[in-house]
């Protein structure tokens, strides 16, 4: 089955650090991948997301990522973390459902909390 | 924007209690979703729909069905509450650009 791992659970960063966030996924044909962001109470956000083109993808708020297939990775970046970057940061892969369908169900990593201290 | 209206924000039930979660989507997406969202293990779906009528299980089925009668709305059904399903329900939807909506979330409390 697919599966998405993310390596930190929680990340402590000063305000101006940069940040990475690291995703891996094991799927061997082709992916579409995605970034969500939960701020505190909120609903998830897309960040970014990866579908074909130019492996390095830029979203909202400054973040980007990089896929690099032969590490099956797609690492979220960012050069300098703000405050209200805290928030829990979510990595997922689109999987192959239903047969012949086409269709594709989403497949979450289990999540990195970061905390940005002022 | 598209939109996926959850119709509770909080609820508490109480075991054994048949518990019905609504979600309805304003933009004619054909799939549907359920997940729930606990700490540390991130989102696990639950069931999703891809056409009215039609439904698949996810990764964790177990205690729980849903219905699609109509396009825009899924329901996911608890058919007798239990406290290991005190979780946070989020639903989401999506169409052919493969990108998906969540709703805002339900959590429920099971006691």
């Known amino acids: 089955a697919q599966s998405v791992s993310q390596h930190n659970h929680h990340v402590i960063l000063s305000e101006a650090a940069s940040l990475e966030l690291g995703c891996n996924y094991s799927?061997?044909?082709?992916?579409?991948l995605f970034w969500y962001v939960q701020y505190p109470g909120q609903h998830l956000q897309l960040l970014l997301k990866?579908?074909?083109?130019?492996?390095l993808v830029k979203g909202i708020k400054g973040f980007e990522a990089e896929f690099i297939k032969s590490k099956f990775s797609f690492n979220l970046r960012k050069p300098s973390v703000q405050w209200s970057d805290t928030a829990e940061y979510f990595c997922?892969?689109?999987?192959?459902?239903?047969?012949?369908?086409?269709?594709?169900?989403?497949?979450f990593g289990t999540g990195t909390r970061l905390l940005v201290s002022p | 924007d598209v939109k996926v209206t959850q119709s509770s924000r909080y609820l508490v039930k109480r075991t054994g209690e048949k518990v019905f979660l609504e979600c309805v989507q304003d933009?004619?997406?054909?799939?549907m979703f359920w997940y729930r969202q606990d700490p540390g293990l991130g989102l696990r779906l639950i069931y999703f729909?891809?056409?009215?009528?039609?439904?698949e299980k996810g990764d964790i089925p177990e205690g729980y069905s849903v219905s699609r009668e109509k396009k825009e709305r899924f329901s996911l059904i608890l058919e007798s509450a239990s406290t290991n399903q005190t979780s946070m329900y989020l639903c989401?939807?999506?169409?052919?650009?493969?990108?998906?909506?969540f709703g805002s979330g339900t959590r429920l409390t099971v006691v």
């Open positions: 799927y061997g044909g082709t992916v579409n």
């Open positions: 990866y579908f074909s083109g130019d492996p």
């Open positions: 989401a939807s999506s169409g052919t650009s493969r990108g998906y909506t």
């Open positions: 933009m004619d997406h054909e799939n």
């Open positions: 729909s891809y056409d009215v009528k039609m439904k």
């Open positions: 997922a892969v689109n999987a192959q459902g239903v047969q012949n369908t086409g269709f594709q169900k989403l497949v």
